[in-house]
Every structure is written in structure tokens, then in C-alpha cells.
């Protein structure tokens, strides 16, 4: 579709274009990384699936291997398919920039031969890839055409769309060769990434749309495929920082196995070799063994002893609120902890700490989460992506039960279906955790189901409040459409000054009324955008008989089109009248100007047009304030997500604790609610930075309750660790 100047928001600059395109990238990424765990364990079930179905003993037993590889491995294949995604989308989108910019690029449209495999290979990927793409089609148009807009191409087809299903395709088939070893599993995936098994591109094509809506890239979509924008995939978004980095640093140095010093040193003969044999690090790979099963069965006992005394403890005490994985330290059998167990269990021990300490979740949770110590400790023992990755399952549980706990309604106390549901599960991981992490990802499945009914049952609540922010914010963004609408015209200066005065001060509204229509009435844009333009054009300067002709043909049309539109908005007043008096006075003057004009007098009167024009253009500019860049408040509204609690300073001084239960599709209305969701309240986006900016609101801090446990611990390490000090002089 050919952009046009009606066309909801005006082309990027080359350097806009190129900013907004990465960061496309970055959603994408973003948006399909949220779904590679359960994507994983998917794929991991068709290739069993796979096994059990083959008739042929050898690939049964492949697909058998790589099932098993792929379960006990999930988290290092979803980061190289994360890897392998993100490098595609970058590669995808340089290209599409370097064919825009007339750049030249490597073509690989060169005769040669293509092996039996290769071929079955692409055909696979076309096939997939067109079911796919059908399968999506609502959202894939809409996408190639504000790309081609955003691009000032007429059009983007589909097989040059960066975020096509062909890019994902290939991305996670060339992940599986990498992750695997085994040369014979490389053919097996591509053939299971059918609809049940592989990534909803739905969500991340519709974050892509969004982005692109919220970026002001709004060329007429038919109306067959429009679509309904969510800020879903927008509030998944989360980018690094280089604390996060450092934290990760600081993990992988204390995590490293300690020197040897006797391994280290040279040997008699002055080699620099390890003296050790063979049957040395045979001996030294079974005693470490030995050591960890120790510690995994006396941590066994430890649990078994914890869930036999949770079914007789009262989570009101508290007696849990404390952690005493310190005492697992001293009591653990002699040479069953390794440094790396030592340090794993002190952080852990720093995470729980901050938990117990935090005034924002009940005593009666914290007991709850108590009983978890043991459990978490035996995970984080097996697995150290506990402590590097957010996403690791155990981490997930003790994230989601702090933040949760701000849900519970302590007025019906262990009664609410919440704190059942959460005693449930606990109660479940300290009876059944043994080494299964998948245990962590069912509970945490669980209780996430409970929550995800109750924002349903809280939106259904919230449904008319809701509606009302909708229309406003409908309303609001015509309004700004149609401002820029405006601004388009009258900022060549070309617009006589009555009438951009009238453009800017009552047609807005009449825009703003057809844009907000537009989805029931999709012609009343183009009427009242041509009623504009005509308006525009008849007070230009009519130089020819036929010009002014043409002009007193289009003249009871224009005027009954604007009186129409202005009946509609109401504008009926003093203003009104006095500016069809000077529109009449102003065509009466063009049409009694002299015809015959020499050559010499047209090109005055076009120097003088173009004079005054410029004039008005840099008045123009000097009035126009620049828009002041956010500052961190209005960053920290627009990164609030749903289930954030607020307390509000009353007028009283009191504090109200409320629930931010609702977020605009763009992001510009939120609504909370209380706990009981007896009282809700709207706010738009500056209005909620200026509470912030004011200090007359603050965001109750419950996630990130792991992150903020171990920067305090490794600021700690790193203060005492002469090692880091002396690194740090140096």
C-alpha cells in the first residue's frame, strides 16, 4: 500500500528508521524467549513421541537420546536458540536496511550444486513456513504494511519480512545442530515444528504491530486485518543492565573450582605439567561424587524431618521466618561440602534474609516460603543457573510467592483460596522434590493459574472503568492523529493565516471526531480530510479562468461539507461566524483579482507567496517548544507492569496500599484497584510520573527479591575479598 499523506503518522528519518528497526530486534527476542521453555518441553515430548512411533530401531533410539539430552539440558539449548534468534533478526534486518539505503550486498543467487538433503531441507521450510504464515495472515499484513511504510516502500513482501516464519525456522533448527552433538539427531527437528509443537508467532507478531502503532507508523490498514493490540508482549519486555552483568561476573569467579596449588605447580622435571595421572583425576572425579551424594542424603533427612514438622506447624507462628541453612554448614557430615557448596549455601542463605526481612510480606507467607530452604538449597546444588537465570524454575517459585503475598487478603486469613493455594504447593515441594526441577515448573504453573483467574475475576470487576479508559484513550489518540494531521499542512507556512488558526483550533476537533470513528465509520476520515484539503486549496491564489471556474463549482460542496462537520463537534459561536467571513471575503478577492497577468507579475506574486511562506514556517519553529525527554519517573511508569503495588500518600497523611490492576493497550491510562477491589482509581501516565516525581506515591518493591539478595551478598564478598581489593587498587 503506497503511504500517503492521510496516512496516520509521517515517515521516519533515515536514522529514526534505523533505531526503530533494531529495536524491533529486540522485541522480537524478548517476546520469543518468554516462550522457549515451553517450547522446549514440547519438543522434548514430540521426540519421545517420535521414538515410540518409529518402526526403525536406530532412529527410535536417536530420537530416544536426543530426547533425554534435551530434557536434562533444556536451559543451555533455549539460550542458543536465544543466540541463534537474536543473530538471525539482526542479520534480517540489515539486509532489509542495505536494500532500502541502495547499499549493495552479498548475493548468493549463484549457480551451484545442492545436495539431495539441502533441497529436502528448504523444502521443508517453505511448507512449514507457508502454514505458518496463513495460519497468521491478521497479523503478518498489518506488519509488512507499517514496515513498508515505515521503509517509503509501496509494499514488503512476505519473503522479506525479517520476522517471517522461514527466519525462526532456520534459527531453531540451526540452534538444535549446535546444541547437539550427535550429527544423526540434526535432521529430526525441522520435521516436528508443526503447529502444536512450535513457537505462537501470534503474540510476538502482535508486539511487533504495536510497537510499531506506538511509534506512530499508522498507514491504513484494511479493515480485514485489523487486529487488537495487547500489551502483553510490551510488559515482557525487560532489558539488561550492566549490574546484572557484574552480578553474573562476580557468580561465575565464586562459582570457578579453587587452584590447586600442587596441580598448579611444575613438576621435578621442570615441564610446568601436573603431576597428576590419570587414575589421580579418575580418583578425585569419584570422591567429589561421593561428597555430593553424601550432602544430597543428608539434606534428604533434613527434609523429610522439615515436612513431617509442617504438617503440625502453624503457619501463624512464624517459627519458620527464620533461615538455618547456616546450621546446615556446621551439622552436614565432615567432607561432604565443597567450597562451591559452601558458597552456594551462604547465598542462598543472603536470599532468604532479605525475604525474612522484607515488612511488605506477612509473617504467615514467610513461614510458608521457610519451608522451602531445604528444597531450594538441593536445586541450587544441582544446578547453579539458579543463581544466573531468572527464568530457572526454583527461582521462578520463590519470586512468585513474594510477589503474590501482597494478594493475599489477611482479613479471611488462612481461609483465602490464595494462601490455600500457596500451603498446597509448598506442601507438595517439600513432600515430593527430589532431583526433578520440573516439579518447580508444575507449582509454579499452579499457582499462576489461580492468579491468572483471579485478574480475570478482578477484570470483570473492573469492566466499566476499563471501557471508560479505553474511550479516553481512544479519544486521546485521535486527538493527537489528528493534531499531526494538521501540523502537516499548515507547517509548509503555505496556509493563510485565518485559516490555519482555524485548522489548529476547531478542525482538530472534527478530525479528532472522524478518527475516533473511524473503526464503525472507516469513510468519515477521508471525508473530513478532503473536506481540509479543499478548504486549503480554495484560498490559494487562482491565477487562470479555468482555476477560479473550477473554483465557484467547488464552493457550495466545501461549505456545506464544512458546516456538516462542524454541526457535529457543536462548534456553533462567534468564532465561526467571523471566520466564514473572512473565508467569503477571502474567495470574493481571488475571483474579482485581474486575470491578465505578464509573465513578470505571476513570478512576483510566486516570490512573494514563497516569501511569506517561509516567514510563517520559521515563526513557526521558533514558537514550537521541543518535547522535554523523559526523565527516570516517566521511564519507571512506562516500565510498571499489571500486579505492581503502589501505597499512595492520602491528603490525611495515610497510606493506601493499591494494586496496579489494569495498563492501556498504549500505555498512557492505568487503573488500581484494592485488595478487595471494592475501590478503583484511573490515573493517566503523567499524571502517575508527577505522583512518583512528587514523592506522593512509591512502587512497593516485592520482585527482583533474588537479584537484590544477591547484589547485597556479592557487595559483601567483595568488600572483604582481598583478592577483589587488590584488584580493584590495581
Known amino acids: 500500500m503506497t503511504p500517503t499523506r492521510s496516512s496516520e503518522g509521517a515517515q521516519s528519518t533515515a536514522a529514526g528508521r534505523s533505531r526503530l528497526l533494531h529495536s524491533l530486534e529486540a522485541v522480537a527476542s524478548a517476546t520469543t524467549d518468554a516462550q522457549l521453555e515451553a517450547f522446549a518441553a514440547r519438543l522434548t515430548e514430540a521426540l519421545l513421541k517420535a521414538s515410540n512411533l518409529s518402526a526403525d530401531a536406530k532412529e527410535a533410539g536417536i530420537s530416544f537420546n536426543a530426547a533425554h539430552l534435551l530434557k536434562k539440558n533444556s536451559y543451555p539449548f533455549r539460550y542458543t536458540v536465544s543466540a541463534c534468534l537474536k543473530k538471525a533478526f539482526q542479520q534480517e534486518t540489515d539486509a532489509l536496511e542495505r536494500q532500502v539505503s541502495g547499499r549493495s550486498e552479498p548475493s548468493d543467487d549463484t549457480l551451484a550444486l545442492v545436495s539431495y538433503e539441502e533441497m529436502d531441507r528448504k523444502l521443508t521450510v517453505g511448507d512449514a513456513s507457508r502454514r505458518i504464515e496463513i495460519e497468521n495472515t491478521d497479523r503478518y499484513a498489518p506488519l509488512g504494511i507499517r514496515l513498508a511504510y515505515l521503509l517509503a516502500r509501496d509494499e514488503l513482501p512476505i519473503e522479506k519480512n525479517p520476522f517471517r516464519a522461514e527466519v525462526f525456522l532456520c534459527a531453531i533448527n540451526e540452534a538444535w545442530s549446535e546444541f547437539n552433538p550427535d550429527v544423526s539427531a540434526h535432521q529430526m527437528v525441522l520435521p516436528l515444528l508443526q503447529p502444536d509443537v512450535f513457537l505462537d508467532l501470534a503474540p510476538i507478531l502482535q508486539a511487533l504491530n504495536d510497537v510499531l502503532i506506538a511509534n506512530g507508523i499508522l498507514p491504513e490498514i484494511p479493515d480485514r486485518y485489523s487486529i487488537k493490540k495487547s500489551n502483553t508482549s510490551q510488559e515482557s519486555i525487560k532489558k539488561d543492565?550492566?549490574?546484572?552483568?557484574?552480578?553474573?561476573?562476580?557468580?561465575?569467579?565464586?562459582?570457578?573450582?579453587?587452584?590447586?596449588?600442587?596441580?598448579?605447580?611444575?613438576?621435578?622435571?621442570?615441564?610446568?605439567?601436573?603431576?597428576?595421572?590419570?587414575?589421580?583425576?579418575?580418583?578425585?572425579?569419584?570422591?567429589?561424587?561421593?561428597?555430593?551424594?553424601?550432602?544430597?542424603?543428608?539434606?534428604?533427612?533434613?527434609?523429610?524431618?522439615?515436612?513431617?514438622?509442617?504438617?503440625?506447624?502453624?503457619?501463624?507462628?512464624?517459627?519458620?521466618?527464620?533461615?538455618?541453612?547456616?546450621?546446615?554448614?556446621?551439622?552436614?557430615?565432615?567432607?561432604?561440602?565443597?567450597?562451591?557448596?559452601?558458597?552456594?549455601?551462604?547465598?542462598?542463605?543472603?536470599?532468604?534474609?532479605?525475604?525474612?526481612?522484607?515488612?511488605?510480606?506477612?509473617?504467615?507467607?514467610?513461614?510458608?516460603?521457610?519451608?522451602?530452604?531445604?528444597?531450594?538449597?538441593?536445586?541450587?546444588?544441582?544446578?547453579?543457573?539458579?543463581?544466573?537465570?531468572?527464568?530457572?524454575?526454583?527461582?521462578?517459585?520463590?519470586?512468585?510467592?513474594?510477589?503474590?503475598?501482597?494478594?493475599?487478603?489477611?482479613?479471611?486469613?488462612?481461609?483465602?483460596?490464595?494462601?490455600?493455594?500457596?500451603?498446597?504447593?509448598?506442601?507438595?515441594?517439600?513432600?515430593?522434590?527430589?532431583?526433578?526441577?520440573?516439579?518447580?515448573?508444575?507449582?509454579?504453573?499452579?499457582?499462576?493459574?489461580?492468579?491468572?483467574?483471579?485478574?480475570?475475576?478482578?477484570?470483570?470487576?473492573?469492566?466499566?472503568?476499563?471501557?471508560?479508559?479505553?474511550?479516553?484513550?481512544?479519544?486521546?489518540?485521535?486527538?493527537?492523529?489528528?493534531?499531526?494531521?494538521?501540523?502537516?499542512?499548515?507547517?509548509?507556512?503555505?496556509?493563510?493565516?485565518?485559516?490555519?488558526?482555524?485548522?489548529?483550533?476547531?478542525?482538530?476537533?472534527?478530525?479528532?471526531?472522524?478518527?475516533?470513528?473511524?473503526?464503525?465509520?472507516?469513510?468519515?476520515?477521508?471525508?473530513?480530510?478532503?473536506?481540509?484539503?479543499?478548504?486549503?486549496?480554495?484560498?490559494?491564489?487562482?491565477?487562470?479562468?479555468?482555476?477560479?471556474?473550477?473554483?465557484?463549482?467547488?464552493?457550495?460542496?466545501?461549505?456545506?461539507?464544512?458546516?456538516?462537520?462542524?454541526?457535529?463537534?457543536?462548534?456553533?459561536?462567534?468564532?465561526?461566524?467571523?471566520?466564514?467571513?473572512?473565508?467569503?471575503?477571502?474567495?470574493?478577492?481571488?475571483?474579482?483579482?485581474?486575470?491578465?497577468?505578464?509573465?513578470?507579475?505571476?513570478?512576483?506574486?510566486?516570490?512573494?507567496?514563497?516569501?511569506?511562506?517561509?516567514?510563517?514556517?520559521?515563526?513557526?519553529?521558533?514558537?514550537?517548544?521541543?518535547?522535554?525527554?523523559?526523565?527516570?519517573?516517566?521511564?519507571?511508569v512506562q516500565q510498571l507492569k499489571r500486579g505492581t503495588w503502589l501505597e499512595f500518600v492520602q491528603r490525611d497523611g495515610s497510606i493506601k496500599k493499591v494494586k496496579l490492576a489494569w495498563i492501556s493497550p498504549l500505555r498512557s491510562l492505568y487503573i488500581f484497584s484494592t485488595r478487595d477491589r471494592l475501590e478503583s482509581f484511573s490515573l493517566s501516565a503523567e499524571e502517575l510520573a508527577k505522583t512518583l516525581r512528587d514523592d506522593r506515591a512509591a512502587i512497593v518493591l516485592l520482585s527482583g527479591v533474588v537479584g537484590r539478595a544477591l547484589a547485597e551478598a556479592l557487595d559483601s564478598v567483595g568488600a572483604n575479598d582481598p583478592v577483589n581489593a587488590a584488584q580493584a587498587a590495581a
Open 241 to 636: 543492565n550492566p549490574r546484572d552483568a557484574a552480578i553474573r561476573e562476580q557468580l561465575k569467579h565464586l562459582f570457578s573450582p579453587p587452584p590447586n596449588d600442587s596441580a598448579t605447580s611444575a613438576d621435578d622435571s621442570g615441564t610446568g605439567q601436573t603431576p597428576f595421572s590419570s587414575a589421580d583425576l579418575q580418583s578425585q572425579v569419584l570422591q567429589a561424587t561421593a561428597a555430593s551424594n553424601q550432602l544430597l542424603g543428608y539434606l534428604a533427612g533434613v527434609q523429610k524431618s522439615l515436612s513431617e514438622h509442617q504438617l503440625r506447624a502453624d503457619p501463624q507462628s512464624g517459627s519458620h521466618a527464620a533461615s538455618f541453612l547456616p546450621n546446615i554448614k556446621k551439622q552436614a557430615p565432615q567432607g561432604a561440602l565443597s567450597q562451591v557448596d559452601e558458597t552456594t549455601i551462604d547465598l542462598l542463605s543472603k536470599i532468604f534474609d532479605v525475604v525474612f526481612r522484607d515488612q511488605n510480606i506477612p509473617s504467615e507467607i514467610k513461614s510458608l516460603i521457610g519451608f522451602l530452604q531445604v528444597p531450594l538449597l538441593k536445586a541450587a546444588l544441582i544446578d547453579k543457573d539458579f543463581f544466573f537465570k531468572e527464568d530457572h524454575p526454583a527461582r521462578r517459585l520463590i519470586e512468585l510467592l513474594t510477589i503474590s503475598s501482597a494478594d493475599w487478603d489477611q482479613k479471611k486469613g488462612q481461609d483465602d483460596p490464595l494462601f490455600q493455594t500457596i500451603k498446597r504447593n509448598v506442601a507438595r515441594v517439600q513432600h515430593e522434590y527430589d532431583q526433578e526441577v520440573v516439579l518447580f515448573s508444575d507449582v509454579v504453573s499452579d499457582i499462576e493459574a489461580y492468579l491468572s483467574q483471579e485478574e480475570s475475576a478482578s477484570a470483570e470487576q473492573l469492566s466499566t472503568p476499563i471501557a471508560q479508559a479505553l474511550k479516553h484513550e481512544k479519544i486521546g489518540q485521535a486527538t493527537k492523529i489528528a493534531r499531526q494531521e494538521v501540523a502537516l499542512r499548515v507547517g509548509t507556512g503555505e496556509v493563510v493565516a485565518f485559516v490555519e488558526t482555524f485548522l489548529e483550533n476547531k478542525w482538530v476537533s472534527v478530525l479528532t471526531l472522524a478518527y475516533s470513528l473511524k473503526e464503525e465509520k472507516p469513510q468519515a476520515v477521508e471525508g473530513a480530510v478532503k473536506t481540509m484539503d479543499d478548504l486549503i486549496w480554495s484560498v490559494k491564489p487562482k491565477i487562470t479562468r479555468e482555476e477560479r471556474k473550477e473554483l465557484i463549482g467547488k464552493l457550495p460542496t466545501m461549505l456545506a461539507m464544512l458546516n456538516k462537520w462542524l454541526n457535529l463537534v457543536k462548534l456553533d459561536d462567534a468564532e465561526r461566524l467571523q471566520f466564514f467571513a473572512e473565508l467569503a471575503e477571502c474567495h470574493a478577492s481571488i475571483v474579482r483579482a485581474p486575470l491578465e497577468l505578464s509573465p513578470q507579475r505571476q513570478l512576483e506574486i510566486a516570490i512573494e507567496a514563497a516569501r511569506q511562506a517561509t516567514e510563517r514556517r520559521v515563526q513557526r519553529r521558533a514558537s514550537e517548544q521541543a518535547e522535554p525527554e523523559p526523565d527516570s519517573h516517566a521511564v519507571t
